[in-house]
């Protein structure tokens, strides 16, 4: 398994833009956590039309038991269905969830994007995996 800050291949961006908002950060229910490690996106359904096919790399920036932040070199719609393959050192089976783009934000440098992913399909054995990279053994109640 790649190292969790690897660096991944450049893509060019396409889709609707929306930033995030301070409104938006104040929403979350889930505490969040830095998680810099590697996942994948691949656009499900109708939304799968509209760039190129297949798994996306992307580099994590943030989790929790709602979402997540990453980084891509390629920006997807907002509303966009997501498969995402989460990759963490901790957790070698990986987590998968579905999700949906939130939000996207063009970052200062390169043609990189951050993008924000709210889960909306997260079975019982991909919430415990997340679960344990938010809350360590350590600190569970």
């Keep these: 398994m790649p190292g969790c800050r690897e660096a991944f291949r450049s893509i060019r961006p396409f889709g ?3 930033a995030a908002s301070e ?23 109708s939304d799968a039309g509209g760039g190129a096919p297949g798994m996306h790399p ?16 390629r920006m997807f719609a907002v509303r966009s ?14 987590i998968q ?3 949906s783009v939130a939000w996207v934000s063009p970052s200062t440098s390169e043609e990189r994007w951050l ?16 679960r344990s990279i938010v809350r360590p053994t350590g600190e569970r109640n």
Aim: hydrophobic share 45%.
């Design 115 to 130: 993008l924000g992913i709210e889960f909306s399909d997260v079975g019982d054995t991909a919430l415990a995996r997340i």
């Design 58 to 73: 992307v580099l994590g920036r943030n989790i929790s038991e709602g979402g997540l932040q990453v980084w891509a070199d």
């Design 97 to 99: 969830a579905v999700g």
């Design 81 to 94: 269905r997501l498969l995402v393959e989460m990759e963490a050192p901790e957790i070698p089976e990986g």
């Design 16 to 18: 609707v833009f929306m």
């Design 23 to 45: 409104a938006d950060a104040d929403r979350r229910s889930y505490e969040r956590v830095t998680w810099d490690c590697h996942a994948r996106l691949m656009q499900l359904g």
